[in-house]
Structure formats: structure tokens, C-alpha cells
């Protein structure tokens, strides 16, 4: 009998790791990196305009100078992020991607294994990423109503 190696372990602290830096980075304004260009100059992004949260999958981008509106746009939807925001008068409204590209690659990885590991072993460990990936989200959505809260107080 051939021995299979338990992959879940890994695959669970891998998923659980990238998870980890998910949320660890979300406090810290996902904007904040990108560089724009306007005027000839290049920018951050928070010097030219201010990102606030609408809901829990949605940004509004209020530029400064209005006249910056275009370059905040190609600036983002240029960056790796996957946005595409819509000008909504003189701001620009950006939908979230769902945060579920770890959750998928761990339970692919679990599938790719195929019938080399047990079926009740890969259903377990499925059900064990897919509640790694309901708590991750709990912590992400925790974290964007604090983030709310603040800006509505601030």
C-alpha cells in the first residue's frame, strides 16, 4: 500500500498564512501606495486625494483638486489590485474584489490532488479551509466597520 503524505497541514498553514497578511494589511489604507501622475509630477495617491470607506465593498476616492480625477483613475485601475472605478461626479467609486483568490488556490491544491488522497480526507480538509477562509472574512468585515466607525467620528 502505496503511503499517501497528509498535504493538509500545509495547504491549512499556507492558506491560513496568506490570510494572515490579508488582514494584517487591510488597516493600512490599500490605496496608499499607488502612485499617480498629474502635472508631470508623481504622486502617492493619499497626497492627491482622500480614500474613505462607503460599505464593506466599496472605496470612494474625493481628490483634492478635481482636475486630478483622471490620473487618480488610470493611477488605480494601473495598479495590481483589480479595481475599476466608476466617476461618480467628481469622485471616483471603486467595488472591492472579493477576497477569496487564497481560499480558492488552497481548495484547488486539494483538488489537484485527486485520487492520490483519500476522499474523506480532502472533503475534511475543505471544510477545514472553508472555515479558516468564514473566519478570515469575519475579521476582514470587523475590521472595515472599526475603520467606518473612524472616519465617521473623524
Known amino acids: 500500500m502505496e503511503v499517501v503524505p497528509d498535504i493538509g497541514p500545509p495547504v491549512k498553514a499556507s492558506a491560513s498564512s496568506q490570510m ?7 488597516p493600512y489604507r490599500m490605496l496608499d501606495h499607488i502612485i499617480v501622475e498629474t502635472d508631470g509630477l508623481k504622486m502617492q495617491l493619499n497626497h ?4 474613505s470607506v462607503i460599505d464593506l465593498k466599496t472605496l470612494s476616492v474625493n481628490p ?4 486630478t480625477l ?9 495598479s495590481p489590485l483589480g479595481l475599476n472605478p466608476k466617476v461618480d ?3 471616483l467609486i471603486a467595488a472591492i474584489p472579493p477576497l477569496t483568490k487564497e481560499h480558492m488556490q488552497a481548495l484547488d491544491t486539494v483538488k489537484r490532488a485527486g485520487s492520490s488522497f483519500p476522499k474523506d480526507e480532502a ?3 475543505e471544510k477545514e479551509i472553508d472555515e479558516l477562509t468564514k473566519k478570515f472574512v469575519k475579521s476582514a468585515d470587523e475590521l472595515c466597520k472599526a475603520k467606518e466607525k473612524e472616519i465617521a467620528q473623524g
Request: hydrophobic fraction near 45%; charge should be positive.
Open 123 to 125: 472533503k475534511r480538509l
Open 64 to 67: 483634492y483638486d478635481p482636475n
Open 20 to 26: 494572515d497578511a490579508a488582514i494584517k494589511s487591510m
Open 48 to 51: 492627491l486625494a482622500v480614500v
Open 70 to 78: 483622471k490620473a487618480l483613475e488610470t493611477a488605480i485601475v494601473s
Open 89 to 91: 461626479g467628481e469622485r
